[in-house]
């Protein structure tokens, strides 16, 4: 049997029918759901997912958004790059349409080759090969392959001529599922009496993991201003980490007389790790500057993980 008719079979009986964003044509909430889960787990995202449908439910009203009720939203998912390329991108396409084809949507802000064909096939139906990291596992492994080029190559010869959307679904599925990184279900899975990597014993070394390097740590101090049960806080410029984003303005020069330290917070990011000093502030008037938010109203702010874990603490100990 071909490897792609004993994927297509596999998906059928094994793979995943329930998820929120299946079951549509619809590029705009197919585009979201993959834009979504670069980079994180389906298991998170499926709540962000729902929200989101329900604030945003067509392309048009994210277009008419602000880019603070889009990372409202997106606050908490990570990488908040991908939630300020997919609002750009929405304004384009409110104007323009949805683009038809992998190449096209590969054009959009935060697109790449993978997730554009990933969009292509299951809103239109294009035969686009997909190599994300769950589909890199599967081919590096069933046919003992190391490099991108060899990877992407095979990814296109493998496509079938009918039912692209259920193959390429059955190669998502197959890498998250079964073919997972560190203990695959070999006994599962129904490429395993051809997979070279069983073979040759050489599950652990495929995909070739990236050379890990250790992460260096920034470290950066916070004044958190405290003025009637709000703080200050400001936005962050863009690019740059959580740009757009709001959070408490960074100490530049001496400590201020009476500030209380606050216990330290470690957030990791992709290239290094940040060690946050929070020093807490009351004063009697407030600043011009920035925003002043209320304890209260921070879970549903524009913020970062931390600077929300950060409130909340203090929310909790003036109760």
């Given at each position: 049997m071909?490897?792609?008719?004993?994927?297509?079979?596999?998906?059928?009986?094994?793979?995943?029918?329930?998820?929120?964003?299946?079951?549509?044509?619809?590029?705009?909430?197919?585009?979201?759901s993959e834009v979504m889960l670069q980079q994180t787990q389906v298991s998170t995202v499926i709540a962000y997912y729902r929200r989101f449908v329900a604030r945003f439910p067509d392309v048009t009203a994210l277009a008419r958004a602000t880019q603070d009720e889009v990372l409202q939203l997106w606050s908490g998912?990570?990488?908040?790059?991908?939630?300020?390329?997919?609002?750009?991108?929405?304004?384009?396409?409110a104007q323009h349409g949805f683009p038809r084809t992998a190449e096209k949507i590969a054009e959009l802000p935060g697109v790449g080759r993978s997730?554009?064909?990933?969009?292509?096939?299951?809103?239109?139906?294009?035969?686009?090969?997909?190599?994300?990291?769950?589909?890199?596992?599967?081919?590096?492994?069933?046919?003992?392959?190391?490099?991108?080029?060899?990877?992407?190559?095979?990814?296109?010869?493998?496509?079938?001529?009918?039912?692209?959307?259920?193959?390429?679904?059955?190669?998502?599925?197959?890498?998250?599922?079964?073919?997972?990184?560190?203990?695959?279900?070999?006994h599962a899975c129904p490429l395993a009496s051809s997979c070279r990597a069983k073979k040759e014993r050489r599950i652990a070394e495929l995909p070739v993991p990236r050379v890990r390097r250790?992460?260096?740590?920034?470290?950066?101090?916070?004044?958190?201003?405290?003025h009637r049960g709000a703080v200050l806080v400001e936005r962050r410029p863009a690019p740059g980490i959580w740009g757009g984003l709001w959070c408490p303005p960074e100490l530049a020069g001496k400590r201020p007389r009476g500030a209380k330290a606050l216990a330290p917070i470690e957030h990791g990011f992709t290239h290094f790790r940040l060690r946050i000093r929070p020093l807490l502030c009351d004063v009697e008037t407030r600043a011009a500057r920035g925003r002043w938010l209320k304890l209260e109203e921070a879970s549903a702010a524009a913020l970062p993980a931390p600077v929300k874990t950060l409130l909340a603490r203090l929310r909790e100990a003036a109760h």
């Open positions: 071909a490897f792609a008719e004993k994927l297509i079979g596999w998906q059928r009986r094994h793979g995943r029918h329930d998820l929120p964003w299946q079951g549509t044509r619809d590029p705009y909430r197919i585009w979201l998912l990570g990488y908040y790059a991908r939630g300020r390329n997919l609002h750009r991108a929405a304004r384009r396409i997730t554009a064909a990933a969009i292509a096939v299951f809103a239109y139906g294009e035969r686009a090969a997909i190599l994300d990291g769950n589909v890199k596992r599967v081919l590096a492994r069933a046919f003992g392959l190391a490099d991108e080029k060899s990877l992407w190559a095979q990814a296109e010869r493998l496509l079938p001529q009918r039912e692209v959307e259920r193959y390429t679904q059955a190669l998502m599925d197959l890498g998250a599922t079964v073919c997972t990184r560190r203990t695959p279900l070999c250790a992460l260096p740590e920034k470290q950066v101090t916070w004044l958190i201003l405290r």
